[in-house]
């Protein structure tokens, strides 16, 4: 039918070739979420609440720490306090809330950039160095004009770092040790 004699719907396209394609249905951020990001949310959640907490504890120590007097005391009383106490509380506050900060930073940080574990972290950051071309022209002199045994330092320190991160290949671990 069409229009012109009072349908209420357009007639449907006789071809295929005028049908529109159908995109395809989107997923929800939900569904477009890995297991490994939803464990980094969870520990980002978990170091944020740990930070809320730390905090909430240490304003809380805080404001018992305060010295109001009654109505009828002098200002300038001093209330009686323990100094080894009141040491041991500050350290262990001060500990409790860098912790959980770093934490909180550390955990942001790995989901801002989708970073899992430690060799990953590893891989990033060798490619954002490289990325940033800090092999200079005076690093390669320092290279060239290095001392024989600050060398020999360096390659051992080096074979021995290559040896902490088990994913490499045995063939690269033997083509260096060559």
Known sequence: MSLAMGASEPAAPSSPEQVPPVPPAKKSWRQRLTPERKKLFRNFLFATTATYFSVMITKRAALSRRHVPSLFHHNNYVPKFNKYQDGIQAVTLGTLLSCSTFAMGVTGVAL??????????????????????????????????????????????????????PNEKPEVQEKKND
């Open 112 to 165: 801002v950039f989708n970073i899992n574990n430690a060799q990953e972290f590893h891989a990033a950051m060798r490619k954002y160095v490289r990325g940033l071309g800090l092999q200079t022209e005076l690093s390669k002199k320092l290279e060239k004009n290095m001392d024989p045994k600050a060398k020999e330092l360096e390659d051992a320190i080096e074979n021995f770092l290559s040896d902490s991160f």
